[in-house]
């Protein structure tokens, strides 16, 4: 089976993306999805991505997101991933529409796209809608105490302050959050350093795909308990590994805005 592919990231955390709306006879099922996403994120061996993503039509959206991690699990929300589809309906004029909604496991999402005068979407902003912040939590990590907060934005995180990030060990503490009984289904985890009280530091091990170059949620997750804390003001840069984000509330709503990037694209064989 041949697929049509385009992969495309946002600051790093890079998905490959499978339009089922202009090949919608592509028999894709669900019970093969998983190994698709596994062997097309392969590094060495597929094309190589944090997942893949499917864009869909939808009966309550303009268009539907699905999200698979490149360990083959299916997630319910990529801020990341979302602002890169937003580029790509627009840019491949399968929407002339500026605003316009994308149905996710998530809940439906308002996205903008933003362009230069080219015409070329640089930004997208996308409204993430109310995070659930909640209580704090003490767990045992290897032997060190780390306090960490619950927050739910349509997906799980666990956000964890620190003054070192840089020389944090994640692939020792970020594994092991992740598959914590607190957590059924699993973790992202958020690690923070805050700057000041409109900049902060951020990396992220995320659900399915270990550490990756940034996380949209993971970033609106990390502002949202720095907000509810009282630690930064309702505007705040993020900085990740591969770039900036900007998040801010509008009422009790968050917004997240970035960049979105085409890498390139291709036909893949299946078997």
């Known amino acids: 089976m041949k697929v049509l592919f385009t992969k495309m990231h946002g600051l790093g955390n890079d998905y490959i993306y499978i339009d089922r709306i202009r090949n919608k006879y592509l028999n894709l099922t669900n019970d093969i999805l998983p190994r698709i996403s596994r062997y097309l994120s392969n590094r060495h061996f597929g094309i190589g991505a944090d ?8 009966k309550i959206a303009d268009f539907k997101m699905r999200i698979f991690n490149s360990d083959g699990s299916e997630a319910q929300m990529c801020g990341n ?11 491949s004029k399968i ?11 998530a809940g439906i999402k308002e996205v903008k796209v933003l362009k230069n005068k080219e015409g070329i979407v640089e930004e997208v902003e996308v409204n993430m809608g109310k995070a659930k912040v909640e209580k704090d939590l003490r767990l045992d990590v290897s032997n060190t105490i780390i306090t960490l907060t619950k927050v739910d934005i349509g997906n799980p995180h666990a956000v964890i302050f620190t003054r070192n990030l840089d020389n944090l060990d994640i692939e020792k503490y970020g594994p092991i959050i992740e598959n914590n009984n607190n957590f059924p289904n699993r973790t992202n985890v958020e690690f923070v350093e805050i700057l000041d009280r409109n900049l902060i530091k951020l990396r992220v091990w995320e659900r399915g795909s270990k550490e990756t170059y940034a996380c949209g949620t993971g970033a609106c997750a990390a502002v949202a308990t720095c907000v ?10 993020v900085l990740l590994k591969g ?13 997240m805005r970035g960049i979105a990037t085409n890498v390139f694209s291709g036909i893949i064989d299946i078997e």
């Open 51 to 58: 997942g893949i993503i499917l864009i869909e039509s939808s």
């Open 81 to 91: 991933g979302i602002r890169c589809l937003a580029k790509y309906v627009y840019e």
């Open 95 to 105: 929407t002339t529409k500026e605003v316009f909604s994308i149905e996710t496991l």
């Open 228 to 237: 509810y804390k009282d630690w930064c003001d309702k505007k705040v840069k």
């Open 243 to 255: 770039g900036e984000l900007n998040i801010s509330y509008k009422k009790d709503d968050i917004y």
